[in-house]
């Protein structure tokens, strides 16, 4: 169903876009009048934002769908994704949450992050220090994210690292045979 924009400013400011409608359904925004389609861009990976008001820049559309096909946006308050997939502006995945709230959903899902089975932390020591595979072929090889990898290599996860310099070295000066 194609639906007037409307939207809650951060700040607590309404607006009615009178010249452009969003879908529920297909998640997109379009001109009324001529039902073109609108190209949204992406920051931060997933978000998707239209600029519709030349005055403000980056309008993210689960803030555009919540503020048209929910209801109001209090001052302060910010539009989250249950499922944590900014991705799924589904309406059932939206909710408004107050800074402090969001920020320690966060928190605790970055802790709950910062373990890995022991298997899964041997593999990565392996592929890197005696496979001397790159950070990215390590996470196209075990499906994780990079900065996984990294925080694993770094000590930040559950298992520290626990190879030596000299282990590092030798290992080099082994694999290229000099």
């Not at 107050?98 to 373990?115: G, Q, V, Y």
Request: charged share 35%.
């Amino acid at each position: 169903m194609w639906s007037m924009v409307k939207y809650y400013y951060e700040d607590g400011t309404f607006e009615k876009l009178n010249n452009y409608q969003v879908s529920d359904i297909i998640h997109k925004i379009r001109n009324k009048k001529s039902k073109r389609k609108l190209k949204g861009w992406r920051r931060n990976g997933c978000r998707v934002y239209y600029t519709l008001n030349k005055e403000r820049n980056g309008m993210p559309l689960a803030r555009i769908l919540y503020s048209t096909f929910i209801g109001e946006i209090f001052p302060g308050f910010q539009v989250d994704h249950k499922d944590e997939d900014p991705s799924n502006d589904n309406l059932y995945n939206l909710q408004l949450l107050t800074p402090e709230e969001n920020a320690a959903k966060t928190t605790a899902r970055r802790k709950s992050e910062r373990w890995l089975p022991d298997e899964i932390v041997e593999e990565i020591k392996t592929l890197r220090f005696k496979k001397w595979l790159s950070y990215n072929e390590i996470s196209k090889e075990l499906g994780l994210k990079t900065h996984k990898i990294s925080d694993v290599l770094n000590g930040e996860i559950n298992n520290p690292v626990e190879i030596t310099p000299e282990e590092i070295e030798e290992e080099f000066w082994n694999k290229y045979n000099l």
